[in-house]
């Protein structure tokens, strides 16, 4: 069983920083790609930013030049560092991770998202 847990989000006022972290725990063998989503209320879930195995990015419009992804393969975990935080980015933060490769008990490939992690930034 595959599980991805987060942690980082808080309260935070505009202009601010934060850091998200997101740890996948199981029998991983690999992981082709991690990512962070985020949902604001009333709203659809959009990709804020990912990186492959092989640590190539993308990110959202919005968040380019404050928003930096990274992540650490050996410990099958991904960061999001937050800067010049807006109250726009208020959401809850989800961690993904796309095409998690586990061999026991069986060979399987799947998609695991996180429970959601809080973030809110006051004006």
């Known amino acids: 069983q595959v599980q991805l847990v987060e942690s980082g989000g808080g309260l935070v006022q505009a202009g601010g920083s934060l850091r998200l972290s997101c740890t996948a725990s199981?029998?991983?063998?690999?992981?082709?790609?991690m990512a962070w989503y985020r949902q604001a209320p009333g709203k659809q879930r959009d990709l804020v930013a990912l990186?492959?195995?092989?640590?190539?990015?993308d990110y959202a419009d919005s968040v380019k030049g404050r928003f930096t992804i990274s992540g650490d393969n050996a410990k099958n975990t991904v960061y999001l560092q937050m800067n010049s935080l807006k109250p726009e980015d208020t959401a809850v933060y989800y961690c993904y991770a796309h095409r998690v490769v586990t061999r026991i008990p069986e060979y399987r490939v799947y998609d695991y998202w996180g429970q959601g992690t809080q973030v809110t930034v006051s004006s």
């Open positions: 990186i492959s195995s092989g640590g190539s990015t």
């Open positions: 199981g029998s991983i063998f690999s992981i082709d790609e």
